[in-house]
């Protein structure tokens, strides 16, 4: 059932002028091609009074609509942050531990904070903020086991007119007492979701992901509740972890040992599908790979974090070759940013260190429509598509001498060049405005 949120008012129609880049399909791997690519420099994004895009032109449209100039500057779809933890913000850049390590020494007491429900409120309005300000306008995130922090994340999202799919998180084993479900008693938790589901799954932009935290800390009791919600509420989302690290591969197999691999936990539970989002997926053979493809199920790639922990390097090509999908992620605080420019340069690096090359194009889709695509968003988000809201980002070409430098020679090169430069020395300082259905909900203060 969907419950609409109350009418926001009428806003102004806006036009922006800048460089518009998007998609219309998948690029292909390999040395760059226009496939897939469209390029629109120095056009007019027009937005509608609903927040809507309305059209892309060459011209200045008339007098009015509202102009915003931007000639100069870079407009892309707002970027789509697949997997990051929200109240992981407190543990960013932890010295000295690999993947368990640091879940025990840093990020479960983080988490524990949140029991207070004060404190993540402002994790929540903080978070949602840094998101905007990095350049991200919709997200796929973790709360913690505490609902009113999914509460929390979702009332902030709505405040910002944010399309924002999160879940209280599912923990009943080999977590802090503080932080875990009643291994007991797992009707418990499921109550928790369900009125969660009740409040926010399709009102406004909300979506509720049933959020196993990984195979580790749910009992398959847990796992197959779990599954039962996602089969009894239509356009549930389920979030995850999959084979991150080595160590945690090999706990899950000692837990699980009727189970063929890691993702076979998952997929023997039933919560593999076309909304089912797996951070992370370093370990998988091609079985795996095989059933991502044939469940619809997407990796969510974290290269920061993957560098950060230590943890392994994605094997892009052979999730292609298997045709699952792949979308990026911060994973923040395993990652190292919520700017998603930062974490598609050390996807870069990634498949340089493994002997290939990701080209910009397959970088930049796998953050704006691929994503879209993959949540079943795409008829609302990550494309400039009349239709769609605008959820759009103003970006600079370049920021400080250097990448100014190296900008200005590459504009007499071919567009890729220009764009993968960009992509490899750009950050969240170059962010000059974020648009959320057409309201701009961060702007740079400083020009
Ligand atoms: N695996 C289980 N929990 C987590 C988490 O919070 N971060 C990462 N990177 N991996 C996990
Ligand atoms: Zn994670």
Redesign the pocket.
């Known amino acids: 059932m969907l419950k609409p949120m109350p009418m926001p008012m009428p806003m102004p129609k806006t036009a922006i002028r800048a460089d518009l880049l998007d998609f219309t399909a998948a690029p292909s791997w390999g040395s760059p091609s226009d496939h897939g690519v469209r390029w629109r420099p120095d056009h007019w994004l027009l937005i509608d009074e609903q927040g809507r895009i309305a059209a892309v032109q060459p011209e200045a449209p008339c007098a009015d609509w509202q102009q915003q100039d931007h000639r100069g500057r870079l407009l892309l779809p707002g970027f789509i942050d697949t997997h990051v933890?929200a109240p992981?913000l407190d543990v960013i850049g932890s010295w000295g531990a690999g993947?368990l390590d640091w879940?025990q020494t840093y990020?479960f007491p983080a988490e524990q904070r949140m029991a207070d429900v004060a404190v993540a409120r402002e994790t929540a309005a903080l978070f949602t903020d840094a998101l905007l300000a990095h350049g991200t306008t919709a997200a796929l995130v973790?709360a913690t086991v505490h609902a009113h922090s999914a509460d929390a994340l979702f009332e902030a999202a709505a405040q910002r007119g944010m399309r924002l799919i999160t879940g209280k998180v599912l923990m009943d084993r080999h977590a802090p007492a503080a932080l875990s479900d009643d291994s007991h008693d797992v009707a418990n938790a499921e109550r928790a979701c369900e009125a969660l589901i009740g409040r926010w799954h399709g009102r406004g932009r909300n979506a509720y992901a049933v959020t196993v935290?990984?195979a580790?800390?749910s009992t398959p009791a847990q796992l197959a509740m779990a599954a039962a919600l996602g089969r009894r509420h239509a356009g549930l989302y389920l979030q995850t972890?999959v084979a991150?690290t080595q160590a945690?591969a090999a706990w899950v197999a000692q837990l699980f040992p009727e189970a063929r691999s890691y993702l076979d936990v998952y997929d023997r539970a039933g919560l593999l599908h076309e909304r089912a989002v797996l951070?992370?997926g370093i370990w998988l053979d091609a079985q795996d790979r095989a059933r991502l493809h044939d469940t619809g199920a997407q990796i969510a790639h974290?290269p920061t974090?993957n560098l950060f922990?230590g943890s392994g390097l994605f094997d892009w090509p052979a999730a292609i070759a298997a045709g699952h999908r792949v979308s990026v992620a911060s994973?923040v605080g395993?990652g190292t940013s919520l700017n998603l420019l930062r974490t598609l340069a050390e996807a870069y690096k990634v498949q340089a260190l493994r002997g290939d090359k990701l080209n910009a194009w397959v970088a930049l889709h796998a953050a704006t429509r691929g994503a879209a695509v993959g949540l079943g968003l795409g008829h609302e988000i990550g494309t400039l598509e009349p239709g769609r809201l605008a959820d759009v980002v103003v970006w600079d070409w370049a920021h400080g001498p250097v990448a100014t430098q190296r900008d200005t020679v590459a504009r007499a090169q071919p567009l890729h060049a220009r764009v993968f430069a960009w992509m490899m020395l750009g950050d969240e300082r170059y962010v000059v405005a974020s648009y959320v259905a057409g309201v701009p909900r961060f702007q740079r203060k400083v020009d």
Do not use: K, N, P
Request: hydrophobic letters at 35%; proline letters at 0%; a negative charge.
């Open positions: 933890h992981q993947l879940l990020t973790f935290r990984f580790v800390t972890h991150e945690e951070a992370h974290c974090s922990l994973d395993g």
